[in-house]
């Protein structure tokens, strides 16, 4: 017959070869690990013992604190997992750290949308000559021109910075 659940766990007297008395908290076989406790004294070992009971009970209580909904989730995923031989907490963990990877590839990816208008292939810098509107139509026609062919494709004129006129041949 098994022990009372109150007699959980068992705490014994223990005498070292050197004589020191120890007083040990066994609390069995949990997930295959005996864990055990040594202290000085009884009531130090008491203490022990009635801190993991009130854990072990305060474990029991915790499922009642997830709604209806939840427990169903969980054990519809722990369903889902039981072939996989993994836990619903491994797989959240997995979950959390790919999500941090999805989330960032995301803002990276907004960023470069942002950033990815074609800069014009130009040979002036803002600062030698001014950025006009014929300066930014040539830079383009410069990139986006390769759709005509070289023959009817717009070429801009060699201008001087600041010349003001802006003609095109064809």
Partial sequence: MG???????????????????????????????????????????????????????????RIFSLSAREQLEASRALKILAPLKVSLTAAAEFYRAQAAVVLSERQRSRSRKNSSRPKPKTAFRSGTRKTSACNLRRALLQTNGSSRSRSTRLRPLNLKPGSGSCRFLR
């Fill in 3 to 61: 022990r009372k659940k109150a007699d959980w766990p068992l705490i014994k007297r223990r005498v070292y070869p050197t004589g020191t008395v120890a007083w040990i908290v066994d609390c069995g076989m949990i997930n295959g690990k005996r864990p055990r406790y040594a202290y000085v004294t009884k009531v130090e070992a008491e203490t022990k013992a009635q801190q993991l009971r009130i854990e072990r009970e305060n474990d029991g209580n």
